[in-house]
């Protein structure tokens, strides 16, 4: 079983920055992937970004120069680094820990960022 908790949203100006922070209970490589998701009211869930355990990252275009995801190994932990915020960066933010094709999917409860003046 894997645990996933992110912390670090929270009200933001245009143009600022914040770090999402998210902790598991299992060691990062030894999960295949993990991913930062965001779902803004009425709209449809949208993958952000994903590190696999081997180090590769992608990222959705919406955030891309904008956005990094890294890892602290030895914390067990994800980072998503977001600078440039815009009004429409504004959502719950979830992480997910994968396991698959040997495991499940694990979700943590989400962090709210908003963005505004």
């Known amino acids: 079983q894997v645990q996933v908790v992110e912390s670090g949203g929270g009200l933001v100006q245009p143009g600022g920055s914040l770090r999402l922070s998210c902790a598991t209970s299992?060691?990062?490589?030894?999960?295949?992937?993990m991913r930062w998701y965001r779902q803004a009211p009425g709209k449809e869930r949208e993958l952000v970004a994903t590190i696999t355990r081997g180090g590769s990252t992608v990222y959705a275009d919406s955030v891309k120069g904008r956005a990094t995801i890294s890892r602290h190994n030895a914390l067990n932990t994800v980072y998503l680094q977001m600078n440039s915020l815009k009004p429409e960066d504004t959502a719950v933010y979830y992480c997910?820990?994968?396991?698959?094709?040997?495991?499940?999917?694990?979700w943590g409860q989400g962090t709210q960022v908003t963005v505004s003046s």
């Open positions: 997910s820990a994968d396991l698959l094709p040997t495991g499940g999917v694990y």
């Open positions: 299992r060691s990062i490589l030894s999960i295949n992937a």
